[in-house]
């Protein structure tokens, strides 16, 4: 059953694609999946052993936020190898969006 605005009342049936997307939206999930690719492809640029310790967790407005597990990986990182990462993630994807790269201490 459903309201007169055509919403579905408390504990009434909604179409899936409805439910799923509020779902999503609500959850904070909707963001992280719509950049799916970029985490994807910064995981794979890092290969196996280095993104254990540098996984991103966020990404906006063209910069990627990423938790390092110790201060000897965010030093490397921020000094020396994390642009050319920044240049292999975007490589991977087949355009620029990754435009900055922030590195924190994971807590």
């Known amino acids: 059953m459903t309201d007169i605005d055509n919403q579905p009342r408390r504990g009434g049936v909604a ?14 999930l909707g963001d992280k999946m719509r950049n799916w690719k970029v985490h994807e492809a910064w995981r ?8 254990q310790h540098a996984t991103s ?3 906006r407005r063209g910069e990627l936020v990423v938790e390092v597990d110790s201060a000897a990986h965010k030093h490397e ?12 993630a975007n490589r991977r994807m087949g355009d620029n969006r990754i435009r900055r790269v922030s590195f924190k201490l994971r807590a």
């Open 15 to 28: 179409p899936l694609g409805r439910a799923v997307s509020q779902f999503l939206a609500a959850s904070g």
């Open 44 to 51: 794979d640029a890092l290969g196996p052993e280095l993104a």
């Open 57 to 59: 967790v966020d990404f």
């Open 77 to 88: 990182l921020v000094n020396f190898t994390g642009e050319q990462y920044r240049q292999e």
